[in-house]
């Protein structure tokens, strides 16, 4: 048993794991979690993953009904296997819960879209702190003003992370990021919260605020959690995410071949 | 104007080349085309080229209803701009057309695959001969033994293209076309046309056949023609799709940044 699928099925499942998954299980891809139901919405949905590449970097889709993402994650149910997740209502957060069996819709269809923790590992491997990490935080999440392209009845803008990365690493930074296109790739923005939109730093929409020091710069990478703001913007009926930064652990290594 | 768009607008459209697309307008991107009506079949193959990039690199979705794939082709028109279509019902092929305005569904959603007739232009500068070209035929394509992933209702085996390639320049050719992962990649079989399932070289299911010399080695790429494959197998009730080698022509640079 791999350690993602230990920590999936001994630790997630049975809700001994109740904070966010940065930094968990380096070397293993993390996903997004998007489920709607069957349908033109669930088509828009493929095709807003499909013309924004940056934000939603498609990993799998189940097939209609199904909940078991069997490819990358023996054993895996997403249902259970995710910390945290949230459930939204004609466009509005509607609640929080730690699994998802009873909302679960028989005509499901589950997106799993890349995450930027997969590539934490390597970059503690290559010396570059994860403040999150080291400070026992969420990292902290923006709307931004970068749109989009629509798909349908989908659109919005992009969501971005940041981390606070010291200066003289930043080129290492980008050379590391820029590989992982299956997991938003390099940044979208370095140094400027205000180029994309952003009015206050301190105070992200989703995560928790994380200080930048004097010599470290915020660098910002597209987000998985933009398919929620979009889902919220476009007024979806019913789709239920994981929790921001409450992500689910797949078996694929994280580099997935690059 | 681009000559692309000359192409598309003042030669394809008054029916001016039926001949296929192979070696025209080198450097730009050629696609090709499959229209379904909107609904469960155009999910399922959204889907199934998600899970199959390398016959199927999606280069654009039109809006449901949109025959202007204005992004990538500006004045173009799919009902008009491709030398000859291949109309399908309940899995066979029905008629081949120049035009498609009669036929094409009110709520249509067309997809532009990526072809490997993008990457000739850079195959040819690099000295790498085109004995389809040189000799003016279409190129041969076979259905193989190569399991594609299924999506929904859609399921069957990849189709290749076959280029006989000088054996000295194999090498070159892999190291040029495998950096287009968005028209095909590289080979996915070079050498044995048996290790991929095919009978007879000399007898194509599309296209025509062509000689390989003794210095020359067949070269098995994957093929845009796959989905008619699996629109057949899969007895869709209704497609449109370019006919097998006669190939939208875009605007887009056929490298794409690679």
């Given at each position: 048993m791999s350690s993602a699928r230990y920590f999936r099925?001994?630790?997630?499942?049975?809700?001994?794991?109740?904070?966010?998954?940065?930094?968990?299980?380096?070397?293993?891809?993390?996903?997004?979690?998007?489920?709607?139901?069957?349908?033109?919405?669930?088509?828009?949905?493929?095709?807003?993953?499909?013309?924004?590449?940056?934000?939603?970097?498609?990993?799998?889709?189940?097939?209609?009904?199904?909940?078991?993402?069997?490819?990358?994650?023996?054993?895996?149910?997403?249902?259970?296997?995710?910390?945290?997740?949230?459930?939204?209502?004609?466009?509005?957060?509607?609640?929080?819960?730690?699994?998802?069996?009873?909302?679960?819709?028989?005509?499901?269809?589950?997106?799993?879209?890349?995450?930027?923790?997969?590539?934490?590992?390597?970059?503690?491997?290559?010396?570059?702190?994860?403040?999150?990490?080291q400070q026992n935080k969420n990292v902290p999440m923006y709307k931004t003003n970068l749109k989009c392209r629509s798909a349908g009845s989908l659109k919005g803008n992009m969501v971005v992370s940041m981390k606070p990365i010291p200066s003289l690493q930043i080129s290492k930074h980008v050379e590391i990021t820029s590989k992982y296109t299956h997991a938003h790739g390099g940044p979208v923005a370095v140094g400027s919260a205000e180029a994309i939109g952003i009015k206050d730093i301190n105070k992200p929409e989703w995560g928790e605020a994380i200080d930048i020091a004097n010599d470290e710069v915020p660098v910002f990478h597209a987000c998985g959690v933009t398919p929620q703001s979009i889902l919220m913007d476009s007024k979806v009926p019913f789709a239920i995410t994981h929790s921001a930064g409450y992500m689910f652990v797949t078996d694929l290594p994280s580099r997935m071949g690059v």
């Open positions: 099925e001994c630790v997630v499942r049975p809700n001994l794991h109740t904070k966010p998954t940065n930094g968990v299980c380096p070397g293993y891809l993390q996903c997004n979690l998007v489920v709607l139901p069957q349908g033109q919405i669930a088509f828009d949905f493929l095709l807003f993953c499909q013309r924004n590449p940056k934000s939603c970097p498609l990993i799998e889709v189940c097939d209609v009904g199904s909940p078991y993402p069997t490819g990358i994650a023996p054993g895996a149910d997403l249902r259970t296997d995710i910390p945290k997740y949230s459930i939204y209502r004609h466009g509005k957060l509607d609640k929080e819960v730690t699994d998802v069996i009873d909302y679960w819709p028989k005509e499901s269809v589950a997106f799993l879209i890349g995450c930027s923790f997969s590539y934490d590992g390597e970059l503690m491997d290559a010396g570059i702190p994860l403040k999150s990490v």
